[in-house]
């Protein structure tokens, strides 16, 4: 087993390493460069040249990449001239609002999928197996800038229950009042995936010689659920989990701008729009970070709940 985290780790650490270069090169990819990217088509060469020095574009590309990680490591990600403020603050700002979207989003899909899933498995051959079935590929299908529109109109034109947008700033409760929207609207389509992919996993458990002697022992349909088919069914589960950290955040850039939730998705918008490179490149490299992070994670669980593993 120590063996195989230590592969893992290598790989992660591998991927990091090329994750990090492969942003560097991009920004220097830049037509006319990052200076130019910063000040506009129009910037004369003297501009252009004095703020190559600043950033000390002017050195060598090696140099360059040895600063580049330097920087990287000391947690200085640049600095946004279109915003005139430092990436790390920058980004500091935001942050904790994309964390608390996708975590609820990420944790309402996992429970919703796990029930779900369990109640397709169980009732693969019959009418209920089949509409949940439809359900899904519905809510998978759909938008997620239709699905919030959507609830916008039920739950805060029709009904008045919720707001429609922003962030709150009177205490905790306005904020959850606030979040209960966006996270719904990302957590829809997302549990419609997990859930599917779930239930055909908790089918096959279902049809297991192991399912039908726990029957004939006489133990309940519940405990059968949730003691057998949810641990042996779970573990391709938690890989997917893993593997579905970028697309939430990618998910979250639209749901953030239809709800108008100043996050990290919608800086990636307008950083994007206004050509801010320094704070785009920053945020891939987080975004890549965690996509890295949450397939380590998720492979590590699956050691753990693969007791094959163990005795390797």
Known sequence: ?????????????????????????????????????????????????????????DRPLSVQYGIWWIHLLEG?????????????????????????????????SILISLVVGLVQGYWAERLGGRVIGFLQIVFYAMPVFFTGILLIYVFSIRLNWLPPGGIGHHGWGARLRHLALPVLTLALPVSAGFSRYFGHQAREEYRQDYVRTARARGLSEWRIATRHVLRNAVRPFVTLVGMMIPVLFVGGVLTESVFNYPGLGWL??????????????????????????GNLIADLLNSILDVRVRYE
Do not use: C, K
């Open 1 to 57: 087993m120590w063996a195989m985290i230590v592969r893992r780790l290598s790989v992660s650490v591998v991927s990091l390493i090329l994750l990090v270069t492969l942003v560097f090169f991009m920004i220097h990819a830049t037509p006319g460069g990052p200076a130019y990217s910063i000040l506009g088509s129009h910037a004369s060469p003297q501009a252009v040249a004095a703020l190559n020095r600043q950033m000390g574009l």
């Open 76 to 108: 200085r990600l640049g600095y946004s001239y279109i915003q005139h403020v430092g990436v790390s603050h920058l980004i500091g700002t935001y942050l904790d609002r994309t964390l608390a979207l996708d975590l609820g989003a990420l944790s309402l």
């Open 268 to 293: 990636l918008w307008r950083s994007a729009l206004d050509q801010d490179y320094p704070t785009l490149s920053a945020i891939t490299l987080l975004i890549g970070v965690l996509t890295i992070l």
